[in-house]
């Protein structure tokens, strides 16, 4: 049986729900700061998560509405939104998702690579890693953020560089992200990837099929996964067991 040897983390909805909880509220901040009528509810928010990095979603929307904003302006309101950000951050309101941190310890006891592998900027995930997920961010071999690579998320330039900096075989390594575009990312680089279905989604429809295996959450214990498609679970959860079969 082959032997899994890193893991590639997404982090966005998959190690945190950090997106409607964080980066949503972040731009909604932004926009007020620059006296703009811009207001990103949940549902509009959602539909922008088609369209990889903040900067790209300001500048999406705003020829979407057929605003008369620079490209200058919009830089500056996403480095406005990344103040909030980080401060939302500080401020211990960003939650971790269940069985993300038993999963990272079982990984770093069994001498299994970790790498984090997001479309989001370094000064962004920074404040994350040295808050949220402080205790557990010396168990990672390294980042890969956004300005790490040209091409983001669904191309596979990211998880590329996360394969060379491991020094790994692709077929020895498996993604774990939460949206279609970080599972065709990973695809694109010929890797093996487990999803789980962001924290806020209440539907299964329209999900993508291309992952190894599909669950709502890597779960725990006491609030076991519930698996939407791929090989079945063997303990309720996903631990280093089950990844290893669904890679082989």
Not at 68 to 76: A, F, I, M, S
Not at 93 to 102: E, M
Not at 164 to 169: A, E, G, N, P, W
Request: net charge neutral; with cysteine; hydrophobic share 35%.
């Amino acid at each position: 049986m082959r032997k899994l040897k890193a893991v590639f983390w997404d982090v966005d909805g998959t190690i945190a729900d950090t997106e409607l909880c964080g980066h949503r509220v972040a731009f909604n901040l932004a926009f007020k700061d620059f006296d703009l009528d811009w207001y990103w509810e949940e549902n509009i928010y959602l539909s922008l998560l088609k369209i990889s990095g903040g900067l790209n979603r300001i500048i999406h929307y705003r020829n979407q509405i057929n605003s008369d904003l620079t490209d200058v302006q919009c830089t500056k309101i996403q480095s406005r939104k990344r103040r909030h950000y980080k401060n939302l951050i500080k401020s211990g309101k960003i939650k971790l998702r269940d069985g993300v941190l038993r999963l990272i310890d079982e990984l770093y006891r069994n001498d299994i690579e970790q790498f984090i592998v997001t479309t989001s900027g370094r000064d962004s995930l920074e404040p994350f890693l040295n808050t949220s997920l402080s205790s557990h961010f010396k168990f990672f071999s390294g980042t890969i953020t956004y300005e790490d690579v040209n091409n983001h998320k669904p191309f596979p330039d990211a998880y590329e560089l996360a394969l060379q900096l491991s020094k790994q075989s692709n077929v020895d390594c498996i993604a774990i992200e939460d949206s279609k575009i970080g599972v065709d990312s990973a695809k694109a680089a010929n890797l093996n990837c487990l999803m789980t279905l962001p924290p806020w989604s209440s539907t299964t429809k329209n999900i993508t099929r291309r992952a190894n295996a599909c669950v709502d959450s890597l779960g725990n214990v006491d609030n076991p996964s519930r698996l939407i498609y791929g090989m079945d679970l063997i303990n309720n959860y996903v631990d280093l067991e089950y990844i290893t079969n669904i890679i082989n």
